[in-house]
């Protein structure tokens, strides 16, 4: 670790304050370039310790930065983790409002729930497939505190990569019901379509996504419980938006996720 743990409690009040406040910053590798990836994780374990000192529920568990149009948008290379908390949800054809946020973009995810715990290293797609309860369809709001929605990798993850809304909707279905690399998601904004993909656009397979989390929390000691909600990360670029908008994130098999931007 490059970081001492006074530095790691400061820029985690400092992004967090940023998340709560509504205001930009920026990235903090400017003022840290040598900070590693643990220190990035160290930083996020504070933000997520700081939450539940006030008394928040972590509620799911992220991946990120999982397809190629996503990497691509954001100029990155690899998966990133992070968490959900309670505050964070919004019900299915809800409100979100727009000025409690800097400048979010939504993003259309597959995500499953758990019925066993996942362990790495040496969890692998057909792991994951044993452990999943059911299959369920959500909306991501990400909102980077980084100026212009610029970061690298360290800083994102710090940042608890982006998070800061969901949406969970649809209908829930078996994995065995479902092809989740040809299942089909199309994102609309105002009725127009703005982004489509299939599946297959995470990780080749968005349950990788699943399996890349679990190594990579066996690494550090964890592990993906039973009964988690984990999300495998937006399947097209994520979309910006403004407030007036409603989005609608249709599924193949699994219905749509709808919200409106106040
Ligand atoms: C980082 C978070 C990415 C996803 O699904 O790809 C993410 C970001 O792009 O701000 O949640
Ligand atoms: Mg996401």
């Known amino acids: 670790m490059a970081l001492d743990s006074r ?3 400061a820029l985690a009040e400092h992004l967090e304050n940023a998340e709560l406040g509504a205001r930009d910053v920026t990235k903090i590798t400017d003022d840290h370039p040598n900070m590693g990836w643990d220190d990035a994780y160290a930083v996020q374990d504070e933000i997520r310790r700081r939450k539940q000192a006030r008394g928040s529920r972590i509620v799911g568990l992220k991946a990120g930065l999982t397809s190629f149009a996503k990497m691509k948008q954001m100029g990155v290379d690899t998966p990133v983790f992070g968490f959900v908390a309670d505050y964070m949800a919004r019900p299915d054809g809800g409100e979100i409002r727009h000025a409690e946020l800097i400048h979010p973009k939504v993003e259309a995810e597959i995500c499953v729930v758990t019925n066993a715990p996942l362990t790495g290293p040496g969890c692998h ?7 999943v309860d059911f299959v369920v369809p959500a909306v991501e709001v990400i909102d980077s505190r980084y100026r212009d929605f610029k970061f690298d990798l360290k800083s994102v993850v710090a940042d608890n990569t982006s998070s800061a809304r969901f949406v969970i909707g649809g209908r829930s279905r078996r994995l065995d019901d479902l092809d989740l690399r040809t299942l089909g998601v199309v994102l609309e904004r105002n009725g127009e379509i703005v982004a489509m993909a299939a599946g297959a656009a995470v990780l080749g397979h968005p349950l990788a996504a699943v399996a890349m989390m679990a190594n990579h929390l066996g690494v550090r000691g964890q ?7 984990v999300m495998t990360g937006g399947v097209t670029e994520a979309v910006a938006v403004e407030p007036g908008d409603t989005i609608n994130a249709r599924f193949q098999d699994l219905g749509a996720v709808s919200m409106r931007f106040v």
């Open 7 to 9: 530095t790691i409690a």
């Open 125 to 131: 797609v057909g792991s994951v497939m044993a452990a």
């Open 223 to 229: 592990h993906i419980p039973a009964g988690s909600f």
